[in-house]
């Protein structure tokens, strides 16, 4: 399987990196660190010599309760690092579910849409589409970070989850995009308990045929199951998620802690994987 990133090709036989670098002030494990242009591509290039096969800029939170931040600061905190990054030459892809600024970015040279919505709003595939850009579309039961933990009710949530991507997919595919990235989701309206079911279950999405990216990345999930408190110190419990998740079929793991991942996956995929570049 290979990931078209309008001129770049990433191959996707194994798993792949996406180094999280959010310009944001209020991100719940990095936020306000890389702010200005500069720090924003001082931290890239450091993701980049950590072993990233790609970047997501993000200007907007997400986390539970975040509230929306206006098209106008979200396009102040994205333009600027977007074009200071994107001469590193790495993938770049843009955290965002308003399509005028995907539409922007896509203009600017990004690579990749990464729409934390669920494709509420189906402008952004049309935006995808007519820039041959790829779009990740992740579960969410609702879009608004302020009341998606109230819809984290599901009688099974693995079905649910699989039945929500598959229509949001061919959704987009029906608007012209022409490669879909699946995404479950982690912690947008769910419980740890329904997290965990999901990693369990991730064979039933990667069945759907279309890449899966997984983000468990400093989450709260990994909080509570390791009893480690700050998040920026639950580098072990992520790369345990996402070993779990490459297992399941998992192949774009986005993370913060590019080179603890990089090194667990080379003595994972030595052993699990069965590529031509086994050991
Ligand atoms: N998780 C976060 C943000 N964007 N995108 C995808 N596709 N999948 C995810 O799981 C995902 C995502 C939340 O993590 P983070 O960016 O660290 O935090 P915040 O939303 O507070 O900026």
Redesign the pocket.
Known sequence: MTLELRGQRLDLSRPRLMG?L?L?P??????GRFLSPEAALARAQALKEEGADLL?L?A????PG?APVPLAEERRRLLPALEAVLPLGLPVSV?TRKPELAEEALRMGAHLI?D?SGLADPRMAEVAARHRAPL?V?HTPDPDPRRMMDAARYLDVVTEVRAFLLQRARRAERLGVGQVVL?P????GKTARQNLALLRGLGALAGLGYPL???????RTIGELTGVENPAARVCGSVGAHLAAARRGARLL?V?DVAAHREALAVFWAVEGDGPDRP
């Open positions: 999280v959010n944001t209020d991100s719940f494990s990095d936020g997501d993000g907007e939170s997400t986390r975040a955290d990464n934390t990740v992740m995404d989701g982690l912690g947008f990216l997984v983000g468990a990345s400093r989450k986005r913060h």
